[in-house]
């Protein structure tokens, strides 16, 4: 039985695997540059964060209707759910969609076929988080913003994703003051690719509750007192900083040198489809490379739950 956990970083779209690629490509009359799975398969060789990036918004031409997105995410939840995932708070992207011409209403009432009844089809509770694009203007993310107004009782929080470096979170200042005015929860990707400078402006300026990623943080001393003070969550993806070689191999992570140091760490597949694995993936790697203890990978479980935006008892007492 694999460890139950929740899964707190996870884009909806970095979920899409070649098979299903191929066969809503063909559902959906779009033609794909490249001749099969196979050869997709091997353009996964990633540089950094924007040569991924590049094929994570390239394949997204193929979701058109509710049904992709339902299939996407249906698909997502029964890996995850085999994987011991027992919550998921999953990302998604809507100014990528909304760009190619496939509506707000599509993308979230798609996800939400999936998303309702998963609870019941997979064992699974879902919280959507809706992440803005930090590389597109904040006059962008308003209008997302604005476009989300109809669904919010289908959205749980924001975050915020795609390059990082140059695009800090004070862009998005006004953006999340009227998230939050909205009652929405708040996260944001920082000190992925970008310095911990950006982790601090997040928590300060955008009042995150969570970081995603913050790996970068610990190069910040200060900060990771103040990290490990405050319990702020970091949702880690150990495979993902792999392949966009945040660090060298997974033996340097310093994912074992965050927990001794007292960082509220979780585990997670970010794009997994990408990535090379899924949740427990994940885990399976940083216990049989870096060595973690069933101690240290129950703590990150708990950790999970914990940091996760599940709120009343009965939910967290099913766990
Ligand atoms: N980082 C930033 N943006 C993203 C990622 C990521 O890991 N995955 C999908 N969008
Ligand atoms: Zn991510």
Same mark, same amino acid.
């Given at each position: ?62 979701? %058109?209707? $509710? ?11 029964? %890996? ?19 760009? %190619? ?29 809706? /992440? ?20 919010? +009782? ?49 928590? +300060?300026?955008?009042?995150?509750? %969570? ?25 880690? /993806? ?26 509220? /760490?979780?585990?997670?597949? !970010? ?9 427990? !993936? ?11 203890? $069933? ?16 709120? !009343?008892? $009965? ?5």
């Amino acid at each position: 039985m694999p460890l139950p956990k929740a899964e707190l970083h996870l884009h909806i779209e970095g979920t899409l695997e070649p098979e299903l690629a191929f066969a809503l490509a063909a559902r959906n009359g779009v033609s794909l540059p490249y001749a099969d799975e196979d050869a997709l398969r091997e353009a996964y060789r990633f540089e950094d964060l924007q040569s991924f990036l590049n094929l994570y918004y390239e394949l997204m031409a193929v979701l %058109r209707t $509710e049904r992709d997105f339902e299939d996407l995410a249906n698909a997502y939840l029964a %890996r995850a759910a085999a994987q011991g995932v027992r919550h998921a708070e999953i990302f998604f992207d809507p100014q990528a969609h909304l760009a %190619r011409g496939v509506e707000m209403g599509t993308v979230v009432e798609g996800l939400w076929r999936a998303l309702g009844t998963s609870r019941d089809r997979h064992g699974v509770s879902t919280r959507l988080i809706m /992440c803005f694009l930090r590389d597109e203007s904040a006059e962008s993310a308003m209008r997302t913003l604005d476009a989300a107004k109809p669904y919010l +009782d289908r959205i749980t929080g924001v975050g915020l994703d795609s390059a990082e470096v140059g695009h800090p979170p004070v862009k998005f200042r006004e953006v999340y003051e009227a998230a939050a005015a909205l009652g929405l929860r708040r996260v944001a990707h920082a000190g992925e690719e970008g310095p911990p400078a950006y982790v601090v402006e997040a928590l +300060d300026v955008l009042g995150v509750e %969570r970081i995603d990623h913050g790996l970068r943080a610990t190069e910040d001393p200060a900060l990771v007192e103040r990290l490990v003070r405050d319990r702020v969550p970091l949702t880690l /993806c150990p495979l993902s900083n792999v392949r966009l070689r945040t660090v060298d191999t997974l033996a340097d992570h310093p994912l074992p040198a965050m927990l001794d140091a007292g960082l509220m /760490c979780t585990v997670n597949s !970010d794009d997994p489809a990408y990535f090379g694995g899924y949740a427990g !993936d994940n885990f399976d790697a940083v216990r049989d490379t870096l060595g973690l203890g $069933e101690d240290r990978l129950r703590e990150l479980a708990r950790n999970s739950f914990l940091a996760s935006f599940l709120e !009343d008892e $009965e939910d967290l007492r099913a766990r």
